[in-house]
Structures are given as C-alpha cells and as structure tokens.
Nanobody
Framework: VQLQASGGGLVQPGGSLRLSCVAS????????MGWYRQAPGKQRELVAD???????NYANSVKGRFTISRDNAKNTVYLQMNNLKPEDTAVYYC?????????WGQGTLVTVSS
C-alpha cells in the first residue's frame, strides 16, 4: 500500500489550502482515512479522520476551520483547511487503516506565514 499526499505550500494567515492523499496498491477496504500533523519540536497529532461510514473526528484546534472528506471509489482523502493560522504550520501526514494495519504517507509541508 502506498500513499501519495499533495497540496501543501506557503499561505498567508487567513488563507486556505486543500490537501489530497491517494492510496494505491492491494486495497480491499479502507476503514479509516485521516490526517495527522507534526510541528517542529512537537509530537505528531491527529488533525481529523473519517470512518468508512462517514463518522468524523477533529482536533479541537481545527474544528470549524478544517473539513475532512473522502472519495471511496478513488481511495482518496481530502482536507480542506480554511482560515489558516501560523500555529497550523506543520508537516501533514495522511494515514489509513485497513483492518489492523496502519499506513502513512510521506508528508506534505504546510507553512502559514505573512
């Protein structure tokens, strides 16, 4: 299983970005798709995830600003990030769970700065 993330970049505070992550390989059914992030000097943390049934979890710090969605037919998960803040600066990693296994993407850097 391989994950390819894209969409990161430099954006000013208050701006928006949309991250995408495509899963490929021997995939039968993806249970959970999500995004984590790791800022310099900090631990990796959950940003948002979504189950195959559509249930979502969001970190408190992004509620109301970020929206996760997925396209099961394309094995793709998205993260729409609005009203970005400097504290959102981090490397964002997509993550999927298939059965009891976890898979990680390579990370995409999001920098929020004026």
């Amino acid at each position: 299983v391989q994950l390819q993330a894209s969409g990161g970049g430099l954006v000013q505070p208050g701006g928006s970005l949309r991250l995408s992550c495509v899963a490929s390989g021997s995939i039968f059914r993806i249970n959970v798709m999500g995004w984590y992030r790791q800022a310099p000097g900090k631990q990796r943390e959950l940003v948002a995830d979504m189950s195959s049934g559509g249930s979502t979890n969001y970190a408190n710090s992004v509620k109301g600003r970020f929206t996760i969605s997925r396209d099961n037919a394309k094995n793709t998960v998205y993260l729409q990030m609005n009203n970005l803040k400097p504290e959102d600066t981090a490397v964002y990693y997509c993550n999927i769970r298939i059965g009891g296994s976890r898979y990680w993407g390579q990370g995409t850097l999001v920098t929020v700065s004026s």
